[in-house]
């Protein structure tokens, strides 16, 4: 019946929190908040996570947020994030002493521009449920606040302290106050000595399960020998340090027996290190090495012959591990599911191969700048890997179509194919793709110069993407991307930038056939006109930035039509000789200028 509210009527309080709780998007939840004074109410309480950029004065927005979500749980204050606040816009009044009305502007309003230490103690005495503080790159923070803080929120659980420049001190009150700590992030606290770290590892030693350290020059194998002493549960370690040496890692593999996660880089650690991890942390689930310079397959070999749990592993610029080692893990650690080589000089096809055979449940492969690797590795990869849903190829010289039609017949289930620079991958390994991986939906195609409109046209009958990046394509035409614009009605994201021959007849059709475009790049397209990006703009209604330099097609017209059209656009890139006096003055907050000179 019209005018009726049948929701209200019908549904208690308890129910309508309880679906509230099951809204995971923020635009959702905001929408619903808009609904009626009583969702607004409900919506407020279900609420228990905030972000907040610290640019816009987060001090100042504490009480207000403390009053409207009073069980927030999770506080995210990141001061690299640039918010836009209502109070900016609005003014203000207030009476001087001789009784005349002043206006206040928004900046007077909003006070300083980062967190304080007041701040942080007000975040302490408003919130008094929290469990999760982050705050990344809060440079105003010190002990003091750190320490109001943590006597106020001795619930806390887990602490993100990243770039912050806190000190001992802070550190200190944080372990004597906030003893349930089970999470903790300290990369880039260049503060930080091992009298900060120590006190932490004694007495938050029983719950801590997650420790980050990164860039801190004084913290020295002194505290992991604590970790390893007192954090028995810890089972994430997160590692980047010139100073750190063996003994203070393989105290942690000693004494951290359920550690899951290990991240390293640390220039000085040798095989020793890696070997007791191997025998002692028989629960690794991820080992990410990064920058290794004194680790050989011995190492590998360790992890391999005992943690059968593996299933995660990154090796990065560790230029001593060879095809034995990356043998023994494919031997020993047959649950693998996720592997990236980054720069590994030494490994090369007999590796892959080992990986094909023994890993049969791999999900994900990424090989970066692998030269040594060739066809028939990534061959083996189709025959033994049925389970693959993403592969990442960058510079791997050796790696033709014979490979990727390999992956094309064995990995029916991919998902996601990106490629970049590999230029002995042309139209036959792509067609073979489309032709067989009818899940795909996520494609890039970077600078693959002998990639052409047969190949998308395959892409465009049998796969419907989501995500397309052909940048740098020089082959592909009008013909490719129409194909994709008629075989890709969910399409989000689309870069076609440095596509010479890609006219406005494509960027037309993409506006047909491709609605729900949020994301466009079209830079460097020397044919593309203002026809082609005002059709664009009329048809995609859910624009919401639009990459457009070099292109000398596109007129001040065609930028003022972007303006104008998409009600939803968020950020537009183009040269500022382009943008009218008038443009400037409705959309300024969004349009970013590259090389102004030029």
């Known amino acids: 019946m019209r005018g009726s509210d049948l929701i209200n009527a019908v549904l208690p309080d308890e129910l309508i929190l309880e679906i509230f709780r099951h809204v995971d998007s923020k635009p959702s939840r905001d929408a619903c908040s808009l609904v009626c004074k009583r969702w607004l109410s409900l919506e407020c309480l279900s609420r228990d996570t905030i972000r907040i950029g610290a640019s816009a004065a987060p001090g100042n927005l504490v009480n207000l947020l403390s009053r409207r979500y009073p069980n927030t749980r999770n506080i995210f204050i990141d001061e690299r994030l640039s918010i836009s606040l209502p109070v900016k816009y609005i003014k203000r009044r207030r009476t001087n002493r001789d009784g005349s009305d002043q206006s206040m502007s928004g900046d007077d309003v909003m006070g300083t521009n980062s967190l304080s230490d007041a701040g942080l103690a007000a975040v302490g005495e408003s919130f008094l449920k929290l469990e999760n503080l982050s705050l990344i790159w809060c440079s105003s923070i010190t002990d003091v606040g750190l320490r109001s803080f943590a006597e106020k929120c001795r619930s806390l659980k887990s602490l993100d302290l990243q770039g912050c420049y806190i000190g001992d001190g802070g550190l200190t009150a944080v372990a004597e106050c906030c003893k349930s700590l089970q999470d903790l992030n300290l990369r880039f606290c260049e503060g930080l000595t091992d009298a900060g770290l120590v006190p932490v590892a004694v007495t938050c030693g029983r719950n801590l399960k997650s420790l980050g350290v990164a860039a801190c020059a004084k913290i020295t194998d002194l505290s992991l020998e604590a970790v390893g002493s007192h954090c028995r549960s810890l089972q994430s370690l997160s590692l980047d340090s010139e100073i750190i040496h063996n003994k203070g890692l393989v105290a942690v593999a000693k004494g951290c027996s359920m550690l899951k996660v290990l991240k390293l880089q640390c220039l000085n650690v040798t095989d020793e290190a890696l070997q007791a991890v191997g025998v002692f942390c028989l629960s690794l689930e991820t080992l990410a090495l990064y920058s290794f310079q004194k680790f050989t397959d011995r190492s590998l070999y360790a992890i391999g012959k005992r943690c059968k749990k593996l299933k995660n592993l990154t090796l990065s610029d560790c230029y001593f591990l060879s095809n034995k080692g990356l043998d023994s893990v494919a031997l020993g650690c047959s649950e693998l599911t996720h592997i990236e080589l980054n720069g590994c000089h030494n490994i090369g096809t007999d590796g892959l191969k080992s990986i094909g055979k023994n890993c049969v449940q791999l999900s994900e492969l990424a090989l970066l700048y692998c030269q040594r690797i060739e066809n028939d590795g990534l061959s083996e990869i189709g025959k033994g890997c049925k389970y693959l849903q993403a592969l990442h190829l960058v510079d791997c010289s050796g790696i033709g179509d014979e490979s990727i039609c390999s992956i094309a017949r064995g990995c029916k289930n991919l998902r996601k194919l990106h490629i970049r620079r590999c230029y002995e991958v042309g139209n036959k390994g ?100 203002d026809t082609g990006v005002s059709y664009l703009a009329r048809k995609c209604a859910f624009l919401e930035s639009c990459h457009m330099v070099y292109c000398p097609g596109i007129t001040e017209v065609g930028v003022a039509t972007v303006v104008t059209t998409c009600t939803r656009i968020k950020k537009i890139l183009v040269e500022k000789w382009k943008v009218s006096a008038r443009t400037e003055r409705r959309a300024g907050s969004i349009i970013n200028y590259l090389c102004v000179d030029l």
């Open 430 to 529: 792509i067609i073979a793709i489309g032709q067989n991986c009818k899940f795909l939906t996520d494609l890039s195609l970077r600078f693959c110069d002998r990639i052409g409109d047969e190949a998308l046209i395959s892409i465009g009958q049998g796969c419907s993407l989501h995500h397309l990046n052909v940048s740098g394509c020089h082959q592909i035409r009008d013909a490719g991307i129409i194909a994709i614009a008629r075989g890709s009605p969910q399409l989000s994201y689309l870069d076609v930038s440095v596509l010479q021959n890609l006219r406005d007849n494509a960027i037309m059709e993409l506006g047909e056939g491709c609605p729900l475009l949020k994301d466009v790049v079209i830079s460097h397209c020397r044919q593309i006109t």
